[in-house]
């Protein structure tokens, strides 16, 4: 089965930098799509990121310039490199896939999470 393992996580002082990965099994990873969604309590879960198969990426407005998406296709596993971390980023973060290449169905990762300090 697809199964989605993210790390990474962890407690970042204000202005810090952390990087999250995620690794993949059960799909052909190098023609899924991958994503970085969040979610805080009490809110709904919101794209981060996103990578396409082609290497292609966007951003939420909140995180460009700061968040770098960044994929390794030998490794199965998909990165997002966070800079300047502002308070408003602590949010439980998941890693996602979609497997374009048949049903276009969604997998998730069981979430890690980030907290700035401040």
Do not use: H
């Amino acid at each position: 089965q697809v199964q989605l393992v993210e790390s990474g996580g962890g407690l970042v002082q204000p202005g810090g930098s952390l990087r999250l990965s995620c690794a993949a099994s059960g799909i052909i990873f190098s023609i899924s799509a991958m994503g970085w969604y969040r979610q805080d309590p009490g809110k709904e879960r919101e794209l981060v990121a996103a990578i396409s198969s082609g290497g292609s990426t966007n951003y939420a407005d909140s995180v460009k310039g700061r968040f770098a998406i960044s994929r390794d296709n030998a490794k199965s596993t998909v990165y997002l490199q966070m800079n300047s971390l502002k308070p408003e980023d602590t949010a439980v973060y998941y890693c996602s896939a979609r497997r374009t290449y048949y049903d276009q169905r969604d997998f998730w990762g069981q979430g890690t999470q980030v907290t700035d300090s401040a």
